[in-house]
């Protein structure tokens, strides 16, 4: 099957030779729910804004959907960002003006989706976020966790290849933080491919994959077995998968 994103030996060096990422390989595959996790500084800001074609790598590849996008215009870049991607920031992000659905619909406007379909694409997204209820709601009517869950709903209408989401919880109250993760995991369960960018290694160590970033390289890949059997907090559940990945050879 193809990769939903292949990052192939990247490396970003910005001016004052400061090197934010080094080498970093990276797949993805179609239905995981992934965190990228780090401290401070560690590069994951970097590596979200090249997975998601609004920067480009200094050095390496960056494959979406099998197709190579490093020789892309940057028209064609929006183009497959406004199709195949969707992004959760921390702050949400919303438009004032506009309702909870009419903000989701934005979600649509480079996708290719006839007008007089947005509404209810719309609507059904809200429906998937729990939010139907409150589709003319205005942003400043809404709780933080609620807008949160409009901002999930517009990364969601277009049905992109991959959800990228930065410190989606950064900004909530903790109770609203686990209810945003427990609807990632959710929409991860119906099929959408999700990426969580977080310094929060709690958050990390709720989801079925931890990539860690350090110093702009991968330190460790590691995945949870199976969840039938494994038992949370015995550290059992965790299989290291860098050393493998790092040398190019396969998974065991
Ligand atoms: P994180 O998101 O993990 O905090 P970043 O990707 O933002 O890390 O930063 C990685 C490194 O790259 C840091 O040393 C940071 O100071 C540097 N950096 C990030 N963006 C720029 C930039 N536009 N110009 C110069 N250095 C940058």
């Known amino acids: 099957m193809t990769p939903v994103l292949g990052v ?3 490396g970003m060096a910005y001016g004052g030779g400061v090197r934010a990422l080094d080498d970093v390989s990276l797949t993805i595959e179609e239905g995981e729910l992934l965190a990228i996790v780090g401290p401070s500084g560690s590069g994951k800001s970097t590596l979200l804004h090249i997975m998601g074609t609004l920067d480009r790598p200094t050095s390496g590849t960056v494959e979406i959907g099998g197709e190579d996008v490093m020789s892309l215009s940057d028209r064609e870049l929006s183009a497959l960002r406004g199709r195949q991607l969707g992004f959760v920031f921390q702050q949400f ?3 004032d003006g506009l309702s909870a659905w009419e903000n ?3 979600g649509l406007l480079y996708a290719g ?3 007089r379909s947005r509404k209810p694409r719309a609507l059904e997204a809200l429906a998937r976020v729990g939010l139907d209820h409150r589709s003319g709601h205005l942003p400043h009517q809404l709780s933080g966790g609620e807008r949160q869950r409009v ?3 517009r990364a969601l209408v277009h049905e992109p290849m991959l959800v990228l989401a930065d410190e989606p ?4 109250d903790t109770a609203n933080g686990t209810a945003v ?3 990632l995991s959710t929409l991860n369960d119906d099929g959408t491919t999700i990426a969580v960018i977080t310094h929060d290694r709690d958050i990390a160590s709720r989801l079925p994959r931890t990539v860690e970033l350090r110093d702009g390289r991968i330190v460790s890949d590691t995945r949870a077995e199976a969840q039938a059997g494994a038992v949370s907090g015995s550290g059992d559940e965790a299989r290291p998968l860098a050393d493998t990945r790092k040398a190019g050879k396969a998974p065991a």
Do not use: E, K
């Open 8 to 10: 192939r030996g990247v």
């Open 93 to 95: 992000h919303l438009t």
């Open 104 to 106: 989701v619909a934005t």
């Open 113 to 115: 989706v006839a007008r």
């Open 151 to 153: 901002a999930i709903a």
């Open 169 to 172: 919880t950064g900004a909530l």
């Open 181 to 183: 993760l427990d609807l």
